[in-house]
C-alpha cells in the first residue's frame, strides 16, 4: 500500500478547489476507480464498496496506521478505528463510530474491520481475560450473522437486526468486556421472503451442515425445498460445500464463546421444530372439526420442544380464553385463525431464540469483576452497525421502521455535525458564514410525534375494540397528515396510479420516497402471540428453551396489562439509542453503494449521486470547510497544554484563560490557525491540534519524571526520619543504660577500698554490649589496684617469702593440692635451733666455710633428706641450696660436702601430687637425685611447695626456666637408665624410706 499521490484524487473532500456536486463526484470516482475506496470529510470517513477483495487489509496494514494521526496515512477504516481509540484513550471520554449507510452499500464489513483493527492494538501484555474477551467480540459476529443475516436483493448477506456494540476498555485501554445491542429483528422473513431472497441463513446451515445422524434425530431432510419456510429461498444457496463451512464456523464460534453442546443442541432443535411447524397444516374434518393434516409434524414439534404432545395439539388447535373470575374456556380455531397462531408462534420463537442468543453472549462478554473504585472507570468504544436504508417494491411495517431509524439517525448527525456546530459558532461570536442544509426533523416528527404521529395514530388503531381494519389505519392516517409534506398517498393524490388505493402511503423521506403497503401493519405492531404458546414453552424440560419464556410462568386468568407494541418498543429503543450515542464523541462512517448490482469496479454515478444527496455529504463539506475541527473551553485547554509554555506553566498570572491561552499559542506559533470564542477556543484544522498535542506527549514524560523525583524524595525524607527518630531513640536508651550501669558500679564499689578484703567478694553486674570491653579492662584494672593494695602492705622482710608461694602456686596450683602455702616458710632449716637443735651449730660452721670457698650469696633452702641412689643405697644425708650450688652433705661428718652442682644446671625437680615429701631434681648431666625431705620438726612437716617455690622464685629472678613435673609415678634417669619412682602408704613405717624392687623405686610414707 504505497501513499497516495495527486493521481488519486483529493483525499480529503475538503480540500477541492469547489464545493458543487459534480467536483464531488469527480473525486469520488477518481479515487474509486485508483482502489482509493475510502475519503474523509475532516473526520468523517467516506467509504464505497468495492465488492471485490481489495488488499486494504491486515496485520500490515494495521500497523501502519497503529499510533497514528488521521492525516499521516492515507485515508482508511482503521485511521478512523485508531482516532475513536486514542480520543478515548486520551481524554478518558466515551466514543462511538456510527457506520451508515443503505443495505449492502458496506456498513458490516466496516464494522468487522474496525472491531478486528481494535482487537489487533490492544493487549499488548496479553492477558488472557482480555484475551477471551477479544475472542468473543469476533466470533459474536460470525454467531449473528448466522442467526440475524440473509439474503436479499439488496445485500447477500443483509443484517436483518441493528446492532450497536459496545466495548468496555480499562484505564489502560485494553477491552474487559463488551455488550450488543439488538434492535427489531426482521422476524416475518421466518414465514415469508420476497422473490429472490432467503430465510435467515440459520436455518440452511442446519439443513446443508449437519451430519446425517443428527439430522435424522431433527426428523429433517437435506433438502430446503421441503420446508415451506425455505422453500423460496432453497434455489438460492449457496454451494452445499460452502453452506456447510460456514455451518462449522458458527459452531465452532459458538464453542468459543461458550455455548455448552447441550445448549448448541436445543438451538439446532429449536430451529428444527420451526422448519416443521411451518409445514403444519388445518384441515377441517367431516364433523365440522379442525385437525391438523399431517399429525406427524406435531409429534416432531412436541420432541423437539420438549413438550407434551397432546398440549402441543391443544395450542395448536384452540386457545383458552379466561372468563371472568377464575373461569377458563376453550375456544376452537377456525383454519384462518390456527394458521395465524402457528405463524405467529414460529416467528416468536425465532426472535426469541436470537434474542437469547444475543443475551447468552452478552453474559460471557459482561465486564468482569470491576470496580470502579479500584480499577477506574470504565471508558467505552461504541460501534453502530444498524440496517440500512431500504426501499422494496412492496415495503412493509419492517421496512417503515428501518428507515425511520435512519432518519433518527441522520437526526442526530445534523444536530451533531451541522446543526450544533452553527449554532455554536453564534453562540461564540465567532465570524460564521451560514451554510443551508436540508433538516429531516419534520420527517422524525411525522413518524414519533405523540398522538399524530404514524406510530401514535398506529398504536391507537391497535388498542380500539372492534374490528380495525389496516384499510381503517390508512384512512386514519390521511386525516391526520392530509398537509404534510412528506405524506402522501392514493387518496390524497388519485393521479398518482404507483399507489394502490387503499392500501399504500408514500413517506418523502430524507433519501427518497418509499410507498408503504399497510397490509399487515395493525397485525405486526401489535405482535399478538396466544398465551397457550408462551405456558407450552414455558414448561419445556428444555432449559434453554424454557429461559426464553419466563412470561408463561403467568396464570391465564391473571390480568395483565396491554404490552407495548412493537412500533412503541421500536421508537423506544430508537430514542434511547440516539441518547446513547450523543453522550458519545461520535465518529462517522459513511457507506455508498457503487451500483445496484453487486458489481466491482463499477461506480453508476447517478446512483451514488443519490447517496452523496440524502447523506448531506456536501453539507458536511461546506460546514467543514468553514468551521474548525475542534474547539475546547479555555480553562479546559490550559489543563491540557499549560505545560508547553512557560507563561502558563505551571500557573499563568495573566489576566484570563483566554490571554493565558493567547499567549501559548503565540509561542508555538499557531495563533493563525485559531479564532477566539466567548468562552472556547477554535482550532481550524487538526494539523494545529496535533502539533500541541505532540508537545505535550514530548513533556508529559518529563512532568512525570518531576512527579516521581518529587515523590520519591519525599518517601526517602519519611524513612531518613523515622530512621533517625529511631537511631535518637537507640543513643539515649544506650545513654542510659550505660549511666545506669555506672551508677550501679559506684555503688557496689564504694566500699571496695575497705582492707583487708579491698572488695575482693564484689560481684561486678552484667554490662550493656557497649560496655563489655571496657568492663573487661575495668576488671583488669581492679584486679591490679587490689593487688597492689595487697602487696603494698607486706612487710619487706615477708617479701622472699611471698614471692617464693607465688612462684610454687603458679608451679603447684591444682596439680597438688597440699603444698603448703599455710606454713611459715623458714627456708634454712638445718641453721634453725628448733628443727636441728643437735647440730645446727655445726652447720652454721659448715656454712661459713662454704660461704668463703664458694662466695654464694644467700641460702635458699636446706634440710635433712633420705636418699637412695642406683645402687639402691639407702643415706641420709642433708640438702643445701645456695644461690649459687645444690649441695648434697653429709650431717653425720659435719655436714661435708658430698656433692655440689652449680646451681644454673638444675633443669627442673618433679614431685607427687599427694602429701608425701619425694623430690627428684633433675640437672643438666648429672644424675637425678631422689630424696625425701624427712627429720623435720613437727615430723612429716610439708616442705615440697616450699623448695618448688624457693627455687621457681630464683630461676624466675634469672629469667631462666625451670621445669617442675607433678606425677604419681616420676621416671628419673641415672647414669643413662631409666627407672620409675613411686610413693606407697605405709601406716606402720615410723619413718619414710626407700624400698628397690625390680627396677623400680618406692618411697615407703609413714601415714595412709
Ligand atoms: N471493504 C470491502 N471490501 C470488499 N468487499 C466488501 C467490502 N465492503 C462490503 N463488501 C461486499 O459487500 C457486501 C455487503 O456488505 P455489508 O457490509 O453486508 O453491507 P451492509 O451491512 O451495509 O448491508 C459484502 O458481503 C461484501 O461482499
Ligand atoms: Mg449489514
Same mark, same amino acid.
Given at each position: 500500500?504505497?501513499?497516495?499521490?495527486?493521481e488519486?484524487?483529493?483525499?480529503?473532500?475538503v480540500?477541492?478547489? @469547489?464545493?458543487?456536486?459534480e467536483?464531488?463526484?469527480?473525486n469520488l470516482?477518481?479515487?474509486?476507480e485508483?482502489?482509493?475506496?475510502?475519503?474523509?470529510?475532516?473526520?468523517?470517513?467516506?467509504?464505497?464498496?468495492?465488492?471485490?477483495?481489495?488488499?486494504?487489509?491486515?496485520?500490515?496494514a494495521i500497523?501502519?496506521y497503529q499510533g497514528?494521526?488521521l492525516y499521516e496515512r492515507?485515508?482508511h477504516?482503521?485511521a478512523?478505528?485508531?482516532a475513536a =481509540?486514542?480520543?478515548?484513550?486520551?481524554r478518558?471520554?466515551? +466514543?462511538c463510530?456510527?457506520?451508515?449507510?443503505?443495505?449492502?452499500?458496506?456498513?458490516t464489513e466496516?464494522?468487522k474491520h474496525?472491531?478486528?483493527?481494535?482487537?489487533?492494538?490492544t493487549n499488548?501484555?496479553q492477558?488472557?481475560?482480555?484475551e477471551?474477551v477479544?475472542?468473543v467480540?469476533?466470533?459474536?459476529?460470525?454467531?449473528l450473522?448466522?442467526?440475524?443475516?440473509a439474503?436479499?436483493?439488496?445485500n447477500h448477506n443483509?443484517?436483518? $437486526?441493528?446492532?450497536?456494540?459496545?466495548i468496555?476498555?480499562?484505564?489502560?485501554?485494553?477491552?474487559?468486556g463488551?455488550?450488543?445491542?439488538?434492535?427489531?429483528l426482521?422476524k416475518s422473513?421466518?414465514l415469508?421472503?420476497?422473490?429472490?431472497e432467503?430465510?435467515?441463513?440459520a $436455518?440452511?446451515?442446519?439443513?446443508?451442515?449437519?451430519?446425517?445422524?443428527?439430522?435424522q434425530?431433527?426428523h429433517?431432510?437435506?433438502n430446503?425445498?421441503l420446508?415451506?419456510f425455505?422453500r &423460496?429461498g432453497?434455489g438460492?444457496?449457496?454451494?452445499?460445500s460452502? @453452506?456447510?463451512?460456514h455451518?462449522?464456523?458458527?459452531m465452532?464460534?459458538?464453542?468459543?464463546i461458550g455455548?455448552?453442546?447441550?445448549?448448541?443442541a436445543?438451538?439446532r432443535?429449536i430451529?428444527?421444530?420451526?422448519?416443521?411447524?411451518?409445514?403444519?397444516e388445518?384441515?377441517?374434518t367431516?364433523e365440522?372439526q379442525?385437525?391438523?393434516?399431517e399429525?406427524?409434524?406435531?409429534d416432531?414439534?412436541?420432541?423437539?420442544t420438549?413438550?407434551p404432545?397432546?398440549?402441543?395439539?391443544?395450542?395448536?388447535?384452540?386457545?383458552?380464553?379466561a372468563?371472568?373470575?377464575?373461569?377458563?374456556?376453550?375456544?376452537?380455531? +377456525?383454519?384462518?385463525?390456527?394458521?395465524?397462531a402457528?405463524?405467529?408462534?414460529?416467528?416468536a420463537?425465532?426472535?426469541?431464540?436470537f434474542e437469547w442468543?444475543?443475551?447468552r453472549?452478552?453474559s460471557?462478554?459482561?465486564?468482569r469483576?470491576?470496580?470502579?473504585r479500584?480499577?477506574g472507570?470504565?471508558?467505552?468504544?461504541?460501534?453502530?452497525?444498524?440496517?440500512?436504508f431500504?426501499?422494496f417494491?412492496?415495503?412493509?411495517?419492517?421496512?417503515?421502521?428501518?428507515?425511520?431509524?435512519?432518519?433518527?439517525?441522520q437526526?442526530?448527525?445534523i444536530q451533531l455535525?451541522?446543526?450544533?456546530?452553527?449554532?455554536?459558532?453564534?453562540?461564540?461570536?465567532?465570524?460564521?458564514?451560514?451554510?443551508?442544509? *436540508?433538516?429531516n426533523?419534520?420527517?422524525?416528527d411525522?413518524v414519533?410525534q405523540?398522538?399524530?404521529?404514524i406510530?401514535?395514530v398506529?398504536?391507537?388503531?391497535?388498542?380500539?375494540?372492534?374490528?380495525?381494519?389496516?384499510r381503517?389505519?390508512?384512512?386514519?392516517?390521511?386525516?391526520?397528515?392530509?398537509?404534510h409534506p412528506? =405524506?402522501?398517498s392514493?387518496?390524497?393524490?388519485p393521479t398518482?396510479?404507483?399507489?394502490?388505493?387503499?392500501r399504500?402511503?408514500r413517506?418523502?423521506h430524507y433519501?427518497g420516497d418509499v410507498?408503504?403497503?399497510?397490509?399487515g401493519?395493525?397485525? #405486526?405492531?401489535r405482535?399478538?402471540l396466544?398465551?397457550?404458546?408462551?405456558?407450552l414453552?414455558?414448561?419445556?424440560s428444555?432449559p434453554?428453551?424454557?429461559?426464553?419464556?419466563?412470561?408463561?410462568?403467568q396464570d391465564?386468568?391473571?390480568?395483565t396489562?396491554r404490552?407495548l407494541?412493537?412500533?412503541?418498543?421500536?421508537?423506544?429503543?430508537?430514542?434511547?439509542?440516539?441518547?446513547?450515542?450523543a453522550?458519545?464523541?461520535p *465518529?462517522y462512517?459513511r457507506? /455508498?453503494?457503487?451500483?445496484?448490482?453487486?458489481?466491482?469496479?463499477r461506480l453508476?454515478e447517478?446512483?451514488c449521486r443519490?447517496q452523496v444527496?440524502?447523506?448531506?455529504l456536501?453539507?458536511?463539506?461546506?460546514v467543514?470547510?468553514?468551521?474548525?475541527a475542534?474547539?475546547?473551553p479555555?480553562?479546559?485547554?490550559?489543563?491540557?497544554? #499549560?505545560?508547553?509554555?512557560?507563561?502558563?506553566w505551571?500557573?499563568?498570572?495573566?489576566g484570563?484563560?483566554?490571554?493565558?491561552?493567547a499567549?501559548l499559542?503565540e509561542?508555538?506559533?499557531l495563533?493563525?490557525d485559531?479564532?477566539f470564542g466567548?468562552?472556547?477556543?477554535f482550532?481550524?484544522?487538526?494539523?494545529?491540534l496535533?502539533?500541541?498535542?505532540?508537545s505535550?506527549?514530548?513533556?508529559?514524560?518529563?512532568i512525570?519524571l518531576?512527579?516521581?523525583?518529587?515523590w520519591r524524595?519525599?518517601?526517602?525524607?519519611?524513612?531518613?526520619?523515622?530512621?533517625r527518630a529511631a537511631?535518637?531513640?537507640?543513643?539515649? =536508651?544506650?545513654?542510659?543504660?550505660?549511666?545506669?550501669?555506672?551508677a550501679?558500679?559506684? /555503688?557496689r *564499689?564504694?566500699?571496695?577500698r575497705?582492707?583487708p578484703? *579491698?572488695g575482693?567478694?564484689?560481684?561486678?553486674?552484667?554490662?550493656?554490649?557497649?560496655?563489655?570491653?571496657? &568492663?573487661?579492662?575495668?576488671?583488669?584494672? $581492679?584486679?591490679?589496684?587490689?593487688?597492689?593494695q /595487697?602487696?603494698?602492705?607486706i612487710?619487706p622482710?615477708?617479701?622472699a617469702?611471698?614471692?617464693a608461694?607465688?612462684?610454687?602456686m603458679?608451679?603447684?596450683?591444682?596439680?597438688?593440692?597440699?603444698?603448703?602455702c599455710?606454713?611459715?616458710w623458714?627456708?634454712?632449716?638445718?641453721s634453725?635451733?628448733?628443727?636441728n637443735?643437735?647440730?645446727?651449730?655445726?652447720?652454721?660452721?659448715?656454712?661459713?666455710?662454704?660461704?668463703d670457698?664458694?662466695g654464694?650469696g644467700?641460702v635458699l633452702f636446706?634440710?635433712?633428706?633420705?636418699?637412695?641412689n642406683r645402687f639402691?643405697?639407702?643415706?641420709?644425708?642433708?640438702?643445701?641450696?645456695?644461690?649459687?650450688?645444690?649441695?648434697?652433705?653429709?650431717?653425720?661428718?659435719?655436714?661435708?660436702?658430698?656433692r655440689a652442682?652449680?646451681l644454673?644446671l638444675?633443669?627442673?625437680?618433679?614431685?607427687?601430687?599427694?602429701?608425701?615429701?619425694?623430690?627428684?631434681l633433675?640437672?643438666?648431666?648429672?644424675?637425678?637425685?631422689?630424696?625425701?625431705?624427712h627429720?623435720?620438726?613437727?615430723p612429716?612437716?610439708?616442705?615440697?611447695g616450699?623448695?618448688v617455690?624457693v627455687?621457681a622464685?630464683?630461676? &624466675?629472678?634469672?629469667?631462666?626456666?625451670?621445669?617442675v613435673r607433678?606425677s604419681?609415678?616420676?621416671p /628419673?634417669?641415672?647414669r643413662?637408665?631409666?627407672?620409675?619412682?613411686?610413693?606407697?602408704?605405709?601406716?606402720e613405717?615410723?619413718?619414710?624410706? $626407700?624400698?628397690?624392687?625390680?627396677g623400680?623405686?618406692?618411697?615407703?610414707?609413714p601415714?595412709?
Amino acid at each position: 500500500m504505497e501513499d497516495e499521490g495527486p493521481e488519486c484524487g483529493k483525499a480529503d473532500f475538503v480540500l477541492l478547489d @469547489e464545493v458543487t456536486m459534480e467536483h464531488f463526484m469527480e473525486n469520488l470516482k477518481l479515487r474509486f476507480e485508483k482502489g482509493r475506496i475510502y475519503t474523509y470529510i475532516g473526520e468523517v470517513l467516506v467509504s464505497v464498496n468495492p465488492y471485490q477483495a481489495l488488499p486494504l487489509y491486515g496485520p500490515a496494514a494495521i500497523a501502519r496506521y497503529q499510533g497514528r494521526e488521521l492525516y499521516e496515512r492515507p485515508p482508511h477504516l482503521y485511521a478512523v478505528a485508531n482516532a475513536a =481509540y486514542r480520543a478515548m484513550k486520551r481524554r478518558a471520554r466515551d +466514543t462511538c463510530i456510527v457506520i451508515s449507510g443503505e443495505s449492502g452499500a458496506g456498513k458490516t464489513e466496516a464494522s468487522k474491520h474496525i472491531m478486528q483493527y481494535i482487537a489487533a492494538v490492544t493487549n499488548p501484555s496479553q492477558r488472557a481475560e482480555v484475551e477471551r474477551v477479544k475472542d468473543v467480540l469476533l466470533k459474536s459476529t460470525c454467531v449473528l450473522e448466522a442467526f440475524g443475516n440473509a439474503r436479499t436483493n439488496r445485500n447477500h448477506n443483509s443484517s436483518r $437486526f441493528g446492532k450497536y456494540m459496545d466495548i468496555n476498555f480499562d484505564f489502560k485501554g485494553d477491552p474487559v468486556g463488551g455488550h450488543i445491542h439488538s434492535y427489531l429483528l426482521e422476524k416475518s422473513r421466518v414465514l415469508k421472503q420476497h422473490v429472490g431472497e432467503r430465510n435467515f441463513h440459520a $436455518f440452511y446451515q442446519v439443513l446443508r451442515g449437519c451430519e446425517d445422524t443428527e439430522l435424522q434425530k431433527l426428523h429433517l431432510q437435506r433438502n430446503p425445498a421441503l420446508y415451506s419456510f425455505t422453500r &423460496q429461498g432453497a434455489g438460492l444457496s449457496a454451494s452445499e460445500s460452502e @453452506e456447510r463451512s460456514h455451518y462449522q464456523a458458527v459452531m465452532e464460534a459458538m464453542q468459543v464463546i461458550g455455548f455448552s453442546a447441550e445448549e448448541t443442541a436445543s438451538v439446532r432443535r429449536i430451529l428444527a421444530a420451526i422448519l416443521h411447524l411451518g409445514n403444519i397444516e388445518f384441515v377441517e374434518t367431516e364433523e365440522g372439526q379442525l385437525a391438523v393434516a399431517e399429525e406427524e409434524l406435531v409429534d416432531h414439534v412436541a420432541e423437539l420442544t420438549a413438550t407434551p404432545r397432546e398440549q402441543v395439539l391443544r395450542c395448536l388447535l384452540a386457545r383458552t380464553v379466561a372468563s371472568g373470575g377464575r373461569e377458563v374456556i376453550e375456544k376452537g380455531h +377456525t383454519a384462518a385463525e390456527a394458521s395465524y397462531a402457528r405463524d405467529a408462534c414460529a416467528k416468536a420463537v425465532y426472535q426469541r431464540l436470537f434474542e437469547w442468543v444475543v443475551n447468552r453472549i452478552n453474559s460471557v462478554m459482561e465486564p468482569r469483576g470491576r470496580d470502579a473504585r479500584r480499577d477506574g472507570k470504565d471508558t467505552v468504544i461504541g460501534v453502530l452497525d444498524i440496517y440500512g436504508f431500504e426501499v422494496f417494491p412492496v415495503n412493509s411495517f419492517e421496512q417503515f421502521c428501518i428507515n425511520y431509524c435512519n432518519e433518527k439517525l441522520q437526526q442526530l448527525f445534523i444536530q451533531l455535525i451541522l446543526k450544533q456546530e452553527q449554532e455554536e459558532y453564534e453562540r461564540e461570536g465567532i465570524a460564521w458564514q451560514s451554510v443551508d442544509f *436540508f433538516n429531516n426533523a419534520i420527517i422524525v416528527d411525522l413518524v414519533e410525534q405523540p398522538h399524530r404521529g404514524i406510530l401514535a395514530v398506529l398504536d391507537e388503531a391497535c388498542c380500539s375494540a372492534g374490528t380495525i381494519t389496516d384499510r381503517i389505519f390508512l384512512q386514519s392516517l390521511d386525516t391526520h397528515h392530509r398537509h404534510h409534506p412528506h =405524506y402522501t398517498s392514493r387518496q390524497l393524490c388519485p393521479t398518482d396510479k404507483t399507489m394502490e388505493f387503499g392500501r399504500d402511503f408514500r413517506i418523502k423521506h430524507y433519501a427518497g420516497d418509499v410507498t408503504y403497503s399497510v397490509l399487515g401493519f395493525i397485525d #405486526k405492531n401489535r405482535d399478538a402471540l396466544f398465551q397457550d404458546f408462551k405456558r407450552l414453552l414455558y414448561n419445556s424440560s428444555d432449559p434453554a428453551l424454557r429461559a426464553m419464556w419466563p412470561e408463561g410462568q403467568q396464570d391465564i386468568t391473571e390480568v395483565t396489562k396491554r404490552p407495548l407494541t412493537a412500533g412503541t418498543l421500536f421508537k423506544n429503543s430508537m430514542v434511547a439509542l440516539v441518547d446513547n450515542l450523543a453522550s458519545k464523541e461520535p *465518529f462517522y462512517v459513511r457507506c /455508498l453503494k457503487p451500483n445496484q448490482d453487486k458489481a466491482a469496479a463499477r461506480l453508476d454515478e447517478a446512483h451514488c449521486r443519490h447517496q452523496v444527496a440524502y447523506l448531506g455529504l456536501l453539507e458536511n463539506v461546506r460546514v467543514r470547510r468553514a468551521g474548525f475541527a475542534s474547539r475546547q473551553p479555555y480553562p479546559r485547554f490550559l489543563l491540557r497544554y #499549560k505545560m508547553t509554555c512557560e507563561y502558563t506553566w505551571p500557573n499563568h498570572l495573566l489576566g484570563s484563560d483566554r490571554e493565558a491561552v493567547a499567549a501559548l499559542l503565540e509561542q508555538h506559533g499557531l495563533q493563525g490557525d485559531v479564532a477566539f470564542g466567548r468562552s472556547k477556543l477554535f482550532i481550524r484544522s487538526p494539523r494545529t491540534l496535533v502539533a500541541l498535542e505532540q508537545s505535550r506527549a514530548r513533556l508529559v514524560p518529563i512532568i512525570v519524571l518531576l512527579l516521581q523525583k518529587a515523590w520519591r524524595g519525599t518517601l526517602a525524607r519519611w524513612r531518613c526520619r523515622r530512621l533517625r527518630a529511631a537511631y535518637t531513640v537507640m543513643r539515649c =536508651y544506650r545513654r542510659h543504660k550505660v549511666r545506669a550501669h555506672l551508677a550501679e558500679l559506684l /555503688l557496689r *564499689f564504694q566500699d571496695a577500698r575497705r582492707p583487708p578484703l *579491698f572488695g575482693r567478694d564484689l560481684e561486678w553486674p552484667p554490662p550493656p554490649a557497649a560496655l563489655q570491653s571496657f &568492663q573487661a579492662a575495668c576488671r583488669a584494672l $581492679f584486679c591490679r589496684w587490689r593487688a597492689r593494695q /595487697l602487696v603494698k602492705n607486706i612487710p619487706p622482710s615477708d617479701m622472699a617469702q611471698i614471692k617464693a608461694k607465688v612462684a610454687a602456686m603458679g608451679a603447684l596450683q591444682e596439680l597438688r593440692p597440699d603444698w603448703g602455702c599455710r606454713r611459715a616458710w623458714l627456708r634454712d632449716y638445718l641453721s634453725s635451733a628448733a628443727d636441728n637443735p643437735a647440730a645446727s651449730g655445726l652447720f652454721a660452721q659448715r656454712l661459713k666455710a662454704l660461704r668463703d670457698k664458694d662466695g654464694f650469696g644467700a641460702v635458699l633452702f636446706s634440710c635433712h633428706v633420705r636418699k637412695v641412689n642406683r645402687f639402691n643405697k639407702r643415706r641420709d644425708r642433708a640438702l643445701l641450696l645456695t644461690d649459687r650450688h645444690l649441695y648434697k652433705l653429709e650431717p653425720a661428718r659435719q655436714y661435708r660436702v658430698m656433692r655440689a652442682v652449680p646451681l644454673d644446671l638444675v633443669t627442673g625437680l618433679s614431685v607427687t601430687s599427694g602429701r608425701d615429701q619425694l623430690v627428684v631434681l633433675h640437672a643438666k648431666g648429672q644424675d637425678d637425685l631422689v630424696v625425701c625431705l624427712h627429720r623435720s620438726r613437727p615430723p612429716l612437716d610439708n616442705r615440697v611447695g616450699e623448695l618448688v617455690g624457693v627455687l621457681a622464685a630464683h630461676c &624466675q629472678g634469672e629469667g631462666r626456666p625451670l621445669e617442675v613435673r607433678v606425677s604419681d609415678c616420676i621416671p /628419673l634417669s641415672q647414669r643413662g637408665s631409666r627407672r620409675l619412682v613411686s610413693v606407697e602408704p605405709r601406716p606402720e613405717q615410723p619413718e619414710p624410706d $626407700f624400698r628397690c624392687s625390680r627396677g623400680a623405686y618406692a618411697l615407703l610414707w609413714p601415714s595412709g
